[in-house]
Nanobody
Framework: QVQLVESGGGLVQAGESLRLSCAAS????????MGWYRQAPGKQRELVAS????????NYADSVKGRFTISRDNAKNTVYLQMNSLKIGDTGVYYC????????WGQGTQVTVSS
């Protein structure tokens, strides 16, 4: 069973940056398309960025395009999300998971952006 542990969240001001990390146990991680999801208060969880197994294709939600960058290090079983120019609307709990055949969700990491 793959376990996902997200970290790197925090309280920042609008315009600042954060880098999230997601460590996964299990070798199967490297074969999967991975994504970062966000759940804002009172809203459904949404996919904000995804990356293919070899990292050669990345996709982003329109709301984060140009500001967020997803990357992965398969040797470390880790996925990253670099978030720049953060906005108040980016506030939420961030999770990583496979895009297809999802694993059990981790605890997520809270990102709070203040004005």
């Amino acid at each position: 069973q793959v376990q996902l542990v997200e970290s790197g969240g925090g309280l920042v001001q609008a315009g600042e940056s954060l880098r999230l990390s997601c460590a996964a146990s299990g070798s199967i991680f490297s074969r999967n398309v991975m994504g970062w999801y966000r759940q804002a208060p009172g809203k459904q969880r949404e996919l904000v960025a995804s990356i293919t197994s070899l990292g050669n294709t990345k996709n982003y939600a329109d709301s984060v395009k140009g500001r967020f960058t997803i990357s992965r290090d398969n040797a470390k079983n880790t996925v990253y999300l670099q978030m720049n120019s953060l906005k108040i609307g980016d506030t939420g709990v961030y999770y990583c998971n496979a895009v297809y055949n999802q694993y059990v969700w981790g605890q997520g990491t809270q990102v709070t952006v203040s004005s």
